[in-house]
């Protein structure tokens, strides 16, 4: 019979501004998104270890490629401990839509991490368990910035700078957050890999955009500190904009983006990886973020949260 021990959970992420400039050393800003959550469990068995999540169920080292950052992580972390890969099951469960820019690779490598090390007695810090989580999203994105590890982990808005102390950031903003998923995959290791051949191939149309982004992003750190949600909803215009140019949008991502911009919003713009995925929009009210979150339905978004802002007022 199985025993149930262990179970430990992660939120989602959400990027508000810097996505994909934040690879090539600019800001980004970054929010946990508590909306949405992965639990993992750890329960004994006799043999090797399996694993049991909606793509796959059975032993961990004959999973698919698409659960090969985790069995890598559930490996090493196994091993650091002079354990041996067996007598437990791995299952995962989660609320978090997979591969829509809501940083569900990075949560479940989160939510694994914890409950392995309160499976096996260790202490683990918030440096050791971002470098963790960072092995998975490494197989799973390319070149991650570690903007997901990082959030996910805090559960703080972050102003992150790869390879800098992270920032908690405070935020000061009494404005709603609209997110709408495409319900089309978002592909962020393609288009990280795209804006990298971009940037190389024409690195004088292409730098600029970037280096503009990080410029949007600090600006948008300054709205956020002053509660400026207008000046804030027209740097993500100009956000979308650059995201568009560096060729990350596609139809559904500019048409949710135009529907929220139609309907009041003071901002909207893709978030995350892109070409699909998800998209945000900043309302002033929570009657104006109803209608937007409306009309992103009537427009194609298959899944609409609204998270209220003023909700994650943090004092640092
Ligand atoms: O995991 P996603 O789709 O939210 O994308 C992460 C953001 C990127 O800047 C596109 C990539 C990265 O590693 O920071």
Excluded at 32 to 57: H, N
Excluded at 92 to 112: H, K, L, N, Q, W
Excluded at 204 to 214: A, D, F, S
Aim: proline share 3%; charged share 25%.
């Amino acid at each position: 019979m199985e025993t149930n021990l262990i179970r430990e959970s992660a939120v989602g992420k959400i990027i508000l501004i810097g996505e994909h400039a934040v690879v090539y050393g600019e800001p980004a800003i970054a929010m946990p998104f508590s909306e949405a959550r992965v639990t993992a469990s750890i329960s004994e068995k006799k043999g090797p270890v399996d694993l049991d999540c909606i793509y796959y169920k059975g032993e961990l080292f004959k999973a698919p490629e698409i659960l090969l950052g985790l069995s890598r992580l559930v490996e090493e972390i196994t091993k650091s401990f002079n354990k041996k890969l067996e007598d437990f099951t791995i299952r995962i469960d989660s609320t978090i839509p997979p591969e829509r820019g809501m940083g569900s690779s990075a949560a479940v490598a989160i939510a694994t991490t914890r409950a392995l090390y309160k499976y096996f007695n260790k202490k683990l810090s918030y440096e050791k368990l971002t470098n963790l989580a960072n092995i998975s999203e490494t197989v799973i994105h390319g070149t991650p910035s570690g903007i997901d590890a990082a959030t996910i982990a805090g559960e703080k808005p972050l102003y992150f700078i790869k390879g800098e102390p992270f920032k908690a950031l405070k935020l000061n903003l009494d404005g709603y957050l609209i997110v709408a998923d495409t319900g089309e995959k978002g592909q962020t290791k393609a288009t990280v890999a795209s804006v990298r051949n971009l940037t190389k191939s024409n690195p004088k149309k292409y730098i600029p955009l970037i280096k503009e982004l990080g410029q949007l992003t600090n600006q948008a750190r300054e709205s956020i500190e002053k509660n400026n949600k207008k000046l804030l909803g027209q740097l993500m215009i100009q956000a979308h904009k650059n995201l568009q140019d560096l060729g990350v949008s596609n139809q559904i991502l500019d048409r949710l983006v135009e529907a929220a911009l139609d309907q009041g919003a003071l901002g909207a713009k893709l978030t995350g990886g892109g070409r699909g995925g998800c998209m945000i929009a900043l309302a002033a009210d929570k009657k104006s973020a109803d209608l937007i979150a409306k009309s992103l339905i009537e427009n194609g978004a298959k899944n609409v949260w609204i998270d209220n802002l003023g909700d994650d007022l943090i004092d640092i």
